[in-house]
Structure formats: C-alpha cells, structure tokens
Nanobody, 127 residues
C-alpha cells in the first residue's frame, strides 16, 4: 500500500519561501507519476506540479518560475520549493502519486486519476 506523508507547511509573508516534503513508502517515487496539488477554501483541488518517471516536470502557469519540484530517490522523498510566495498561493497542499503513463502525467489531468494522497499541509501567505 502506498503511503504519502506531507510536511513543511507554515504561515509566511508574501515574498517568502517554504519547502514542502513528501515521504513515500510502498512505491518507488521514480517509478510513478507524482506531484503536488492544492486546494484553497471554497475552490476545487488543482494540480500545481507533477514529475513523471523520466523526471520531466509540468507546472501550473501561475507558479512557473517560482516553484520547483524535485525528488531524492535515495530517500524516496518528493519536495516542493516555493519561492516568492503570494497570498493566492494560500491553500492546503497535497502530495499525490499514481502509476500513470508519462503522457498523462501533466498538471492538466484530473485529480480523480490519483488514488494515493498525503494528508495535506497548510500553507498560508499573508500580504
């Protein structure tokens, strides 16, 4: 069974940085489509960034250039470095993984394709 444990959320001021972590067990992160989603109050869950089995990445346009996804295969851990945070980045961030074909591993894919989710970590950005 795949288990994902998110951590690293916090409250920061606009312009600040945070790094989220996702510890994965039950699967090798380099063999799955894995990434980060977020959900703000009253809004639908949206894909932020994903990385496929070849290490290729896709990003939501609003975070391009500010967020960076990375993985440590030795630790089986996924990271999300978030810089220049904005109030609109405020949300609960979730790590999610699924055994998808690389062609489907893009941020535009629906969340229903992902069966494995972390518990979420809150990121709050104040202006």
């Amino acid at each position: 069974q795949v288990q994902l444990v998110d951590s690293g959320g916090d409250s920061v001021q606009a312009g600040g940085s945070l790094r989220l972590s996702c510890a994965v067990s039950g699967a090798t992160i380099s063999s799955v489509c894995i990434g980060w989603w977020r959900q703000a109050p009253g809004q639908a869950r949206e894909g932020v960034t994903l990385t496929d089995t070849r290490g290729r990445t896709t990003y939501r346009g609003s975070v391009q250039g500010r967020f960076t996804i990375s993985r440590d295969d030795a630790k089986n851990t996924l990271y999300l470095q978030m810089n220049d945070l904005k109030p609109e980045d405020t949300a609960v961030y979730y790590c999610a993984a699924q055994n998808l074909a690389n062609a489907l591993c893009k941020v535009t894919i629906a969340s229903l394709y992902f069966e494995n989710w972390g518990q979420g970590t809150q990121v709050t950005v104040s202006s």
